[in-house]
């Protein structure tokens, strides 16, 4: 979320996918970096142990949720 948020700071368009366990400290993250509406990609808790096709999906989901962030901008 930290390098996300440096890089669009630095002019890049750039966004975080990170598990729904950590939403909210994503938020909190965005807030105290000066960014409280910053955009981010949330997929389901956890990654480890799920099976190629559960992280298959994912990555999908995750790839048309950051699409539909950048293309608002």
């Given at each position: 979320?930290?390098?996300?948020?440096?890089?669009?700071?630095?002019g890049l368009?750039?966004?975080?996918?990170?598990?729904?366990?950590?939403?909210?400290?994503?938020?909190?993250?965005?807030?105290?970096?000066?960014?409280?509406?910053?955009?981010?990609?949330?997929?389901?808790?956890?990654?480890s142990?799920?099976?190629?096709a559960?992280?298959?999906?994912?990555?999908?989901?995750?790839?048309?949720?950051?699409?539909?962030?950048?293309?608002?901008?």
């Open positions: 979320m930290h390098d996300a948020i440096t890089a669009e700071k630095a368009t750039a966004t975080a996918i990170i598990t729904d366990r950590f939403a909210e400290t994503a938020k909190v993250m965005a807030q105290v970096s000066g960014m409280p509406d910053y955009p981010f990609v949330v997929i389901p808790h956890p990654i142990n799920n099976s190629e559960v992280l298959r999906a994912k990555a999908e989901d995750a790839v048309r949720q950051c699409l539909a962030i950048w293309q608002a901008r």
